[in-house]
């Protein structure tokens, strides 16, 4: 009876493998197709929801989907479209909801997202040597980084902290080095400082934010399947329903626990520590 839960026939695998989606090059037709899976209804049907599987392949694609509708919307780089929605658990609703109530400035600024219109300072231009206000060191324009907010520092300087911050776990949202400032550094200028000196670093960084569109998200969760499937599901509707990961796990998208229905949430959780204070008890 081991093999009922996690391991499905390949056959099963197979079946149901046009269902879903995977990452090819051609980023944009995975992007339509993600879209279209949802559009169509063609996922499980849970009492008032729908759900889709996402692999680790369409893990991209389906965040993608949802940057660009940011983007075209605010007219945002990706970095700042991110920042967003990581900021608001990748709802893109909730944002254009409260873009309504609070108007642009207010949305940006709780989020973290400084965009300063005139720089302080055209590193371009420039040919004298900067002093560096963080290590005091003489450097020369090239050797300095102006983030979005204005804030400018040497790349030894701004590579430490990015470092700092990544080891850290803080990888989604790191904060400019200047005190009191709330922008949220630009993940290509991270990327690229980073991976200059440490490319496993660098690795690390890019996994955190792409899996930021799981572990950030209201909809979507990673299957609970032990050993891990590496499937995310992502539901739309009302998040307290039943579903099956194509790997054959069956469990409750709200508490992650095996399928429970008719039993609440909370009643199935007592029921559990029932069983197991009393199989203490016995033991
Ligand atoms: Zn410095
Ligand atoms: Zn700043
Ligand atoms: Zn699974
Ligand atoms: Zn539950």
Known sequence: MADDVDSPSSSEVEGTEDRYFYLSDQEDDIAENVLQDLEDG???DCSWSVSSVITKESLLAAQK???????ELLALSE?????????????????????????????FSEAGLTI??????????????????ICFEEVSPTAVTEMDCGHYYCNECWTEHFIVKINDGQSRRIR???????????EAIVRSLVSTRHPD????????????????????????????????????????????????????FSCLSEAHSPCSCIMWE???KKCHDESETVN
């Open 201 to 252: 670093i660098a690795d690390r960084f890019e996994r955190f934010l792409l899996e930021s569109y799981i572990e950030d998200n209201n909809k979507v969760k990673w299957c609970p399947s032990v050993p891990h499937c590496g499937n995310a599901i992502r539901v739309v509707g009302d998040i307290y329903c039943e579903l099956e990961c194509i790997c054959g796990k069956q469990f409750c």
């Open 270 to 272: 007592r029921w559990k």
């Open 79 to 107: 970095h700042n479209a991110r920042t967003l929605l990581i900021h608001y658990r990748w709802d893109v609703e909730r944002v254009f909801e409260l873009l309504e109530q609070k108007g642009k400035d207010r949305l």
């Open 42 to 44: 063609q996922q499980e």
């Open 176 to 186: 400019c080095m200047a005190p009191k400032c709330n922008a949220i550094c630009d």
């Open 116 to 133: 300063v219109e005139n720089k302080m300072i055209d590193l371009s231009s420039c040919c004298d040597p900067f002093t560096c206000s």
């Open 65 to 71: 989907v949802d940057l660009r509708k940011v983007m």
